[in-house]
Nanobody
Framework: QVQLVESGGGLVQSGGSLRLSCAAS????????MGWFRQAPGKERDVVAA????????YYADSVKGRFTISRDNAKNTMYLQMNNLKPEDTAVYYC???????????????????WGQGTQVTISS
C-alpha cells in the first residue's frame, strides 16, 4: 500500500511560482512512474507532467512546457513540480499519482496510475 501526500499548493499572482511536493509513504516506492494531474472546475482531470521513477524520463503537457519542471528524489520517495510563470488557467486541484506496477506503456496515461493523493488547490489570480 502506498500513501501519497501532496503539499505546496496555494494562492499566487499571475507570473508567480509554486513548488508542489508529493511524498510517498507506507513503504519504499518501487513502482515505475509518478505524475501530476490537475482538474479545474467543470473540466476533466488532465495530466500535467510525469516522470519515470527509474530512468527519469519525463512527459509534459504542451500547456506547461517551458514553465513547469518535474523531478524526483528517489532516496526521499518524493516527487516535485516546480511551477513558474503561473497563469490563471493553471488554477486547479493538483493530484499526485503513482504507478506501482513493474512497467508502463505511457507516462501520461491516467488509468495506469493506481494510487492517488487527495489533491492540493492551486489558485492563480490575474
Amino acid at each position: 500500500q502506498v500513501q501519497l501526500v501532496e503539499s505546496g499548493g496555494g494562492l499566487v499572482q499571475s507570473g508567480g511560482s509554486l513548488r508542489l511536493s508529493c511524498a510517498a509513504s507506507g513503504r519504499t516506492f518501487s513502482g515505475v512512474a509518478m505524475g501530476w494531474f490537475r482538474q479545474a472546475p467543470g473540466k476533466e482531470r488532465d495530466v500535467v507532467a510525469a516522470i519515470s521513477w527509474r530512468s527519469g524520463n519525463t512527459y509534459y503537457a504542451d500547456s506547461v512546457k517551458g514553465r513547469f519542471t518535474i523531478s524526483r528524489d528517489n532516496a526521499k520517495n518524493t516527487m516535485y513540480l516546480q511551477m513558474n510563470n503561473l497563469k490563471p488557467e493553471d488554477t486547479a486541484v493538483y493530484y499526485c499519482a503513482a504507478n506501482s506496477h513493474t512497467y508502463y506503456y505511457r507516462l501520461n496515461s491516467a488509468p495506469e496510475y493506481d494510487y492517488w493523493g487527495q489533491g492540493t488547490q492551486v489558485t492563480i489570480s490575474s
